[in-house]
């Protein structure tokens, strides 16, 4: 038998993490700062609309670091993790201008299966146009329910996305049929209200791939597990389709399905932050 394929849906994935600043004080600095806010609300503008940004450095361009493939626009079916306020079309993405930075805990990972990841993190760079480097292996853990804590985790400052091997019962959420979980966390722009993803988690039930290893195309399906917790992870959600590798019910999939590929594009063709 299969077993299922579950998201961790986050609590906080679709939450955007707003400022402190009580509206009356707001409305206050807003009326004080009309004129000076005038600027770098132009440029907030730019940076969304024609890719350039002020930096120390001065005024530069921002393009993405890659492109996501020209896919059959009709196919299959995908859905969202979370969207922008009010626009359900416009998903929460990562910033296609940065790389989205990994790391790796591989302390309980089976054997042979860093390669395995390796190409899971390969195929949904390739799908997304995203770029993904791979940090320096880590021993961090997830918490219990598949999260870590991002206290601060904001633009440049956010941790890699953290890939772990672990067991159900240091992850409950791995408990049962779930042999993996993956999502991330999102900060919202207190100017535009715009959020986007900054740091993510797949938590990989150690015991269980173990034996789904030793199936007939274990490695595949394994490698499989962990680019559809990639999935979640740069904003895709389950669908109802056997077709898709983003169904909750995994029926032998070993690859990306028309859907999944569509989403997958959209979702790394998302704005530079
Ligand atoms: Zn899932």
């Excluded at 986007?196 to 797949?202: K, Q």
Aim: charged share 15%; with cysteine.
């Amino acid at each position: 038998m299969h077993r299922r394929l579950r998201a961790l849906d986050r609590l906080d994935a679709g939450k955007a993490r707003s400022g402190s600043v009580p509206e009356s004080v707001r409305a206050i600095l807003v009326s004080l700062t009309a004129v000076v806010v005038t600027v770098p609300l132009g440029l907030a503008l730019l940076g969304h609309e024609w890719g350039v940004a002020l930096t120390r450095h001065g005024i530069v361009h921002r393009t993405p670091l890659g492109q996501p493939p020209v896919v059959d626009a009709t196919g299959g079916s995908f859905a969202y993790q979370a969207h922008q306020p009010g626009l359900p079309d416009q998903p929460v993405t990562y910033d296609p201008c940065r790389a989205v930075h990994v790391v790796v805990n591989s302390d309980l990972a089976p054997p042979l299966t860093g390669a395995l990841v390796a190409a899971a993190i390969h195929q949904v760079a390739a799908a997304t146009g995203l770029r993904f480097i791979e940090d320096a292996p880590t021993h961090e853990l997830p918490d219990q329910t598949g999260n870590r804590p991002v206290a601060g985790a904001v633009g440049a400052t956010s941790p890699p996305v953290l890939i772990a091997w672990t067991t159900p019962e240091r992850v409950g959420a791995l408990r049962g049929r779930t042999v993996g979980l993956g999502g991330s966390t999102a900060v919202g722009d207190q100017l535009t209200g715009r959020r986007h993803y900054v740091t993510g988690t797949v938590s990989l039930d150690a015991p269980a791939l173990s034996v789904m290893l030793l199936r007939p195309q274990g490695p595949a399906l394994v490698q499989a597990v962990v680019m559809h917790e990639l999935g979640h992870v740069v904003g895709l959600a389950h669908v109802h389709d056997r077709n898709e590798l983003m169904s909750s019910e995994n029926h032998g999939l070993t690859s990306f399905g028309p859907g999944d590929r569509r989403g997958l594009a959209v979702l790394g063709a998302g704005p530079c932050v």
